[in-house]
């Protein structure tokens, strides 16, 4: 499951990942409808959904800010809005690369995404890695 930050709503954002992602896409709004969800919030209602991998382009929100869990992975992209077209292709070159191609290797990582290269830290390894897209 990919739940895509409430700020890409309207965008079509979804719709350009569901033509080459199988599994369920939505918005964080749908994990809890009818409420404002505040980034705190974010991780209970991620830990409640099976395997989630949340997508923000809010990375000084969640980047390092957030700890990891087991249960769910955040990928943080460092985009500005004006360039949130280019966030599906990005995804996608994540979810190609060997160490994240699969829900249970995504789990428990949370991961810092530019044009060139990757941060990430996991739930068993709190300390930064980079590597190069």
């Known amino acids: 499951m990919i739940v895509l930050d409430e ?5 079509g954002v979804e719709t350009q990942i569901q033509r080459w992602y199988r599994g369920t896409v939505c ?6 409808p009818n409420t404002v969800i505040k980034d705190e919030a974010i991780p209970l209602l991620l830990r409640q959904q099976r ?3 949340f997508i923000t382009i809010n990375e000084s929100d969640f980047w390092q800010r957030i700890a990891s869990d087991q249960s769910f992975c955040v990928m943080c992209f460092a985009l500005p809005d004006a360039r949130v077209q280019e966030l599906p292709t990005g ?12 829900k249970s290797q995504r789990m428990g ?3 810092r995404v530019t ?7 996991t739930y068993h390894n709190p300390r930064v890695r980079s590597i190069e897209l």
Do not use: E, K, S, W
């Not at 918005?27 to 809890?32: K, S």
């Not at 044009?115 to 830290?121: G, K, M, P």
């Open 7 to 11: 700020q890409l709503l309207g965008r």
């Open 109 to 111: 990582c949370i991961l």
């Open 91 to 102: 995804v996608r070159r994540v979810l190609q690369n060997p160490l994240f191609r699969t």
């Open 115 to 121: 044009n060139t290269a990757l941060a990430y830290y």
């Open 51 to 53: 395997q989630a991998t």
């Open 27 to 32: 918005y964080i709004t749908d994990l809890r």
